[in-house]
């Protein structure tokens, strides 16, 4: 007889959140992860919680909604368990508008706002002047258009918190260990080319991204998307500013790029201009060719499992992933999975 239920392989957002939705379902989990927690591109700086612009409505942007709206019950429940704070919060998000073509498209989008987002969230259009005189980004248009939706967290914090409540409940990650039970693979970048070698095609590829860390408190404050760049107030009196994405590299290092991104964000927001710089990161991300995470039964290894392609979107549909996941692992109900999430489908027909 295991002791073990499930085996839970990388201990980024996915395979920690995944975990964590496990024990709450009374799984016995073993998280195994040779670098540590947080070690791959789920250690960065940003954590912006994004949704989606409110039309062309389809299948990822609806799972992508139903994973933000029920963000603030997971991390409270991840919180509360543990004692460490992740840093989330539904703060909400500027962006300057550019003309007055831009300004009467996204007046538009007020009213499928209002509908998609089942009044649980508001997008609007402010003039520039209603937002915090020192939080203001620059706007041609002299509009802003701020949602209620967006919410951010500190990737480093949240992982941390991951890591105390399954703690509290007996759970620990181990830099090694021997696999029991079923198998779920969270294993990002690295993941995904291993998933790539297995079907004889391209599954997904790492894509790098360089964001930096900036000394400036304006915790409390909306985020900001504007020149191309988001700027994410943490709750340590830190603000994260990125990202690039990067297809073609010579280094997984940080590099020249990022200071095209931070004068970026320094035109764009005047509270940035003398914000010294603490950090700069690069990491490496995992992108599924279909832009959507691949969610389900390995093809081809009864017992395992794949959580990834989280991509930019990743801690955004963490909640949502870990509920899909456990009731696939634990139920073999995979209909929470989207049909175009599903792993199977991108491994060709056996034959």
């Excluded at 957002?13 to 927690?37: E, H, K």
């Excluded at 612009?53 to 609806?62: I, L, T």
């Excluded at 620059?138 to 105390?164: E, N």
């Amino acid at each position: 007889m295991t002791s073990v239920d499930v085996t839970v392989r990388g201990a980024g957002i996915l395979g920690l959140s995944c975990a964590w939705a496990l024990v709450q379902r009374g799984a016995r989990v073993r998280v195994i992860d040779p670098a540590g927690p947080g070690a791959g591109s789920s250690g960065g700086v940003v954590g912006a919680l994004a949704p989606h612009v409110p039309e062309n409505w389809n299948e990822k942007k609806a799972f992508q909604l139903d994973s933000l709206l029920s963000a603030t019950a997971f991390w409270d429940g991840v919180e509360t368990a543990g004692g460490q704070s992740a840093g989330y919060l539904r703060s909400g998000r500027l962006q300057p508008l550019a003309d007055a073509a831009a300004v009467e498209l996204a007046r538009a989008r007020c009213a499928t706002a209002a509908e998609l987002w089942q009044g649980r969230a508001t997008w609007q259009v402010i003039a520039a002047a209603e937002a915090p005189g020192a939080w203001r980004p620059d706007s041609p248009s002299g509009f802003l258009v701020h949602d209620t939706m967006t919410a951010r967290l500190h990737p480093r914090l949240a992982c941390a918190a991951l890591v105390a409540a399954l703690a509290v409940r007996g759970v620990r990650v181990l830099g090694d260990g021997a696999e029991e039970g079923a198998v779920l693979h969270a294993t990002g970048a690295p993941g995904l080319v291993e998933l790539s070698r297995h079907a004889g095609r391209q599954i997904g590829v790492p894509i790098k991204g360089q964001a930096a860390l900036l000394r400036h408190d304006a915790a409390a404050l909306p985020q900001i998307f504007a020149g191309g760049v988001h700027v994410i107030p943490h709750v340590d009196g830190t603000t994260a500013i990125g990202s690039t994405s990067e297809r073609d590299f010579a280094s997984a290092a940080p590099d020249g790029l990022l200071d095209g991104v931070i004068a970026a964000a320094r035109a764009a927001v005047p509270a940035l201009r003398d914000a010294p710089v603490i950090e700069r990161w690069a990491g490496m991300r995992p992108r599924a060719r279909t832009r959507a995470p691949v969610l389900g039964h390995w093809p081809g290894r009864p017992g395992h499992f794949i959580a990834n392609g989280g991509f930019k979107i990743g801690f955004g549909m963490a909640p949502g992933i870990a509920h899909a996941m456990a009731a696939l692992l634990l139920e073999e109900d995979d209909s929470a999975i989207p049909a175009g999430f599903r792993v199977e489908p991108l491994f060709p027909t056996a034959t």
